[in-house]
């Protein structure tokens, strides 16, 4: 016997989980919502920053867990950032050319918060539970079939739901795109990402520090437990030679590579690597079915923006949902083309800045160098062209703040 829902997510990462959450707040329970994902249940998390994956969640994002209910569990081992420096390897982050963003030239108290990915999801599961959201581990999605309707949704346990939307939500390597038949643009950078935790000898001020190099930007994350989280973006060899070296070698190089703007780095913990790229789907919508968060775009990390993108398709889907919720159904299709346009523009948008960013700050040459040191001097000599930065980043709708004005 088919199961009957009337919205499925599939992927229970925070961007899918903050979803499901927010659809059955917001449509006070009208419609069945169910969430699948096809690892097993996510773990509680009873220590602090135990994991390498951290978010640079924006006011905006941590709104939306709030209102959830799930905030209060994760602050604890939360570090709020209140400013934010930039500068090029050739400089320092307090000298002519670095770009400074403080929260008190913005609407908010912080920039926004550095928090673990794993605690921000064992908060967002405990939450939508008791919103009434039906949670499934171990739950593989093999197949999509359109239906007069809806889709119909097979399970490797030989299960099937039939849903009246689905709601793509499961990462970089969505399985729900491909089901779909949707493709996705992807390009490759020629670099790698080293992650980590260390000691800096110097407080992180609750500030996150960015300092582009020539192969790539290095970012000092701060951590609740005074540590930073480090983000190193390099050529691939490069990366694979940080991953492998020793705890001592590897700490003279984050120093270096960060012009000694925290003192000394100390790792303090395991080390993990990734390839960089950006991708962005070529439909957010088809069929009674919808691509959120990394399933339909992905970003450069260095301006961190990848899960507060992801929100800011939550919050898009659930207002167009709340528009036609009269017609009591989720999957009418004037609604997700809306949806789908909307985000498409927005994520394009970004990844292209993003791109263009990363093309700068790209190689050494001389000229080069003079052109982004006299941009970065200009930018951090304009205030209006920093706020505007400042609230992007910080998940402010410019468009609806100056339509109201």
């Not at 941590?62 to 570090?79: F, K, N, R, S």
């Not at 993990?272 to 069929?287: D, H, N």
């Not at 898009?316 to 004037?334: F, M, T």
Request: with cysteine.
């Amino acid at each position: 016997m088919v199961e009957k829902a009337d919205i499925v997510v599939v992927g229970a990462g925070m961007v899918g989980l903050a979803a499901a959450g927010a659809l059955v707040q917001a449509l006070a329970g009208r419609w069945r919502v169910i969430l699948v994902d096809a690892a097993d249940p996510i773990a509680p998390v009873d220590t602090p920053i135990k994991t390498l994956r951290v978010s640079a969640l924006s006011p905006a994002s941590l709104a939306q867990i709030d209102a959830l209910g799930a905030l209060d569990t994760i602050v604890a081992a939360a570090q709020v950032y209140r400013d934010m420096r930039v500068w090029d390897a050739s400089g320092g982050p307090f000298e002519p050319g670095a770009v400074h963003f403080s929260a008190a030239d913005g609407p908010h108290t912080t920039l926004g918060s550095i928090v673990e990915n794993a605690r921000v999801r064992a908060a967002l599961l405990s939450a939508v539970s008791e919103h009434g959201v039906d949670v499934r581990f171990n739950k593989r999605l093999v197949k999509l079939d359109q239906q007069r309707g809806g889709q119909r949704l097979q399970f490797a346990d030989d299960s099937a739901i039939d849903a009246r939307l689905v709601v793509g939500a499961d990462g970089a390597n969505s399985v729900t795109r491909r089901l779909l038949g949707v493709e996705s643009a992807v390009k490759h950078y020629t670099q790698s990402a080293l992650v980590c935790h260390a000691n800096a000898e110097l407080s992180h001020e609750a500030t996150a520090w960015q300092q582009f190099n020539p192969d790539g930007p290095l970012a000092l994350l701060p951590l609740a437990d005074g540590r930073v989280s480090i983000v190193c973006s390099s050529q691939h060899q490069h990366v694979a030679e940080l991953v492998g070296a020793t705890d001592a070698a590897l700490g003279d190089a984050l120093t270096d590579l960060s012009n000694n703007a925290l003192g000394r780095l100390q790792p303090d913990s395991a080390r993990a690597s990734f390839p960089l790229s950006a991708a962005q789907a070529a439909r957010y919508s088809v069929g009674r079915a919808v691509l959120i968060g990394d399933a339909a775009h992905r970003v450069h990390p260095l301006a961190g923006q990848g899960a507060n993108l992801g929100f800011a398709d939550v919050t898009e889907l659930v207002a167009q949902l709340i528009a036609v919720r009269a017609s009591h159904d989720p999957g009418e299709d004037s609604a997700l083309r809306r949806f789908a346009r909307r985000r498409r523009r927005e994520a394009r948008q970004t990844i292209i800045a993003l791109d263009g960013l990363q093309r700068l700050f790209d190689g050494d040459s001389p000229a080069r160098r003079r052109v982004r040191i006299n941009g970065m001097r200009w930018f951090d000599a304009v205030p209006a062209a920093k706020r505007v930065a400042m609230m992007a980043a910080m998940g402010v709708d410019l468009a609806s703040r100056t339509s109201a004005t």
